[in-house]
């Protein structure tokens, strides 16, 4: 469930490469991986998914509202599960935040990044993800 209450999973990601971001809400790494996720869903052709996974734990969902709304992303946000904060993930473990996964329109795993991606690195990887 995103942190509006929306239904999120693997059928909503399916179809379209998707741009799966794992980050936390207080560093500056975070936000930027989050504010480029958010240019990519609206300059990508074609078009893209884009889902931020937060690492809080639960007491920081009343604060997603206003790293949305401050950072500028309008992009489903969902709150991770106790599992996954213990590095668990069906695309393996999450040692390292911010991490970016690049998926393809099955939603396997094409890519990933450690730290901030650059421009050029993600559209390379967003278009290999086509192929």
Same mark, same amino acid.
């Given at each position: 469930?995103?942190?509006?209450?929306?239904?999120?999973?693997?059928?909503?990601?399916?179809?379209?490469? @998707?741009?799966?971001? /794992?980050?936390?809400?207080?560093?500056?790494? #975070?936000? $930027?991986?989050?504010?480029?996720? =958010? !240019? /990519? $869903?609206?300059?990508?052709?074609?078009?893209? *998914?884009?889902?931020?996974?937060?690492?809080?734990?639960?007491? +920081?969902?009343? $604060?997603?509202?206003? /790293?949305?709304?401050?950072?500028?992303? #309008? +992009? &489903?946000?969902?709150?991770? !599960?106790?599992?996954?904060?213990?590095?668990?993930? &069906? +695309?393996? =473990?999450?040692? /390292?935040?911010?991490? @970016?996964?690049?998926? !393809? =329109? *099955?939603?396997?795993?094409? =890519?990933?990044?450690?730290?901030?991606? #650059?421009?050029?690195? $993600?559209?390379?990887?967003?278009?290999?993800?086509?192929?």
């Amino acid at each position: 469930m995103t942190i509006d209450g929306q239904r999120l999973g693997s059928r909503e990601l399916q179809g379209r490469r @998707t741009l799966l971001e /794992f980050i936390t809400l207080h560093e500056a790494a #975070s936000q $930027l991986v989050a504010k480029q996720g =958010e !240019d /990519f $869903l609206h300059q990508s052709t074609p078009r893209i *998914n884009v889902i931020g996974v937060i690492m809080e734990g639960s007491e +920081y969902q009343q $604060l997603a509202p206003a /790293f949305r709304e401050g950072v500028g992303i #309008s +992009y &489903p946000l969902v709150m991770a !599960d106790t599992w996954l904060l213990g590095g668990h993930s &069906p +695309y393996g =473990e999450i040692d /390292f935040l911010p991490l @970016t996964l690049v998926l !393809d =329109e *099955n939603a396997a795993e094409t =890519e990933r990044f450690l730290g901030p991606p #650059s421009e050029a690195q $993600l559209s390379e990887a967003l278009a290999r993800a086509l192929r």
